[in-house]
């Protein structure tokens, strides 16, 4: 039988030297949820994504994947790729685009890294090949669609204006065919429109492609639109869970919101 967590991280606590990242954290994603992590600068958040993703490894504690497909598996120790094999997608808060490809070859390869011949029997175009390669076109041109950018498809990913950048991150990672998506702030630098925009996709993402999604955002308005439930982090620690109502409510979160009465207006991305 399949667990209805989709993670499920148990106490974990990763430290660099003196630094505690993550003070023994548990939360639970379930199976195609929008669960979104919220907290200060510096609270841990990036650390959790990093932990769920094989970039670092905690000392202490359990994090468990659990896929549709495959079951259960264990995180840590894993390396990145083998992490993203498994179907865990990720965006980065700092973009990380190929700059030098337009839209199309950008979402080319996230939707190649999940195929068996991958980039070296891509180059050297076996038969095989030409059949991934042309599903491959036809995937990532759907994703294109999908996330608005068809108008977009030749252009330089480098001139391309902010918020169609973090969109076409979205659309490449989910070309890997991910069960879940780990989002760290897309809607960082956005405008207000692009911020509207964003917040219509990635409730698509969950409804029409079934995908659980993690959020991190510091954008109040965005991430209580859209998530069915939070985790506040502070100084490593989950001090809150709750729907976005509950949140609110949590007297923690106000005081971790350095005092302010209303977290809606504590914090904009910085
Ligand atoms: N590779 C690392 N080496 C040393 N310390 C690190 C490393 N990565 C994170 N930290 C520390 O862990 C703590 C949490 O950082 P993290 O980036 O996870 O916070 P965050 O909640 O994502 O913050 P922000 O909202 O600013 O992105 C910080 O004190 C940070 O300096
Ligand atoms: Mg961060």
Redesign the pocket.
Same mark, same amino acid.
């Given at each position: 039988m399949t667990s209805d967590l989709i993670f499920d991280v148990q106490n974990v606590t990763?430290r660099?030297?003196g630094? =505690? $990242? %993550?003070s023994s954290v548990t939360l639970q994603h379930r199976r195609g949820e929008i669960l979104a992590v919220i907290?200060?600068?510096?609270?841990?958040? =990036? $650390? %959790?994504?990093?932990s769920l993703t094989g970039v670092?490894q905690p000392q202490e504690g359990t994090i468990t994947f659990n896929s549709a497909s495959r079951g259960a598996t264990s995180i840590i120790g894993k390396m990145p790729h083998s992490v993203a094999r498994l179907g865990i997608a990720r965006t980065f808060?700092a973009s990380r685009l190929f700059n030098a490809l337009t839209t199309f070859e950008n979402i080319k390869v996230g939707v190649e890294s999940g195929q068996k011949t991958g980039p070296i029997g891509a180059m050297l175009k076996l038969p095989r090949t030409r059949h991934e390669e042309n599903a491959s076109d036809e995937r990532a041109l759907e994703l294109l669609e999908f996330v608005g950018l068809e108008h977009r498809l030749n252009t330089m990913a480098d001139s391309l204006p902010y918020g169609d950048r973090r969109r076409l991150e979205i659309a490449r990672a989910l070309g890997t065919n991910p069960e879940v998506l780990l989002l760290?702030?897309p809607a960082a630098g956005t405008n207000p429109a692009e911020k509207s925009e964003l917040t219509n996709l990635i409730r698509k993402i969950g409804r029409e492609f079934g995908i659980s999604v993690l959020l991190?955002e510091?954008d109040m308005r965005l991430v209580m639109a859209l998530a069915e439930r939070l985790y506040v982090?502070n100084f490593?620690s989950v001090i809150a869970e709750g729907t976005p109502d509950e949140i609110r409510a949590n007297p923690a979160v106000i005081d971790a919101y350095l005092g302010s009465t209303d977290p809606d207006t504590a914090k904009e991305s910085?």
């Open positions: 990763l660099f030297g630094v =505690t $990242s %993550l907290g200060p600068n510096g609270a841990g958040k =990036t $650390s %959790l994504f990093n670092y808060q760290d702030e991190i510091h982090l490593g910085h």
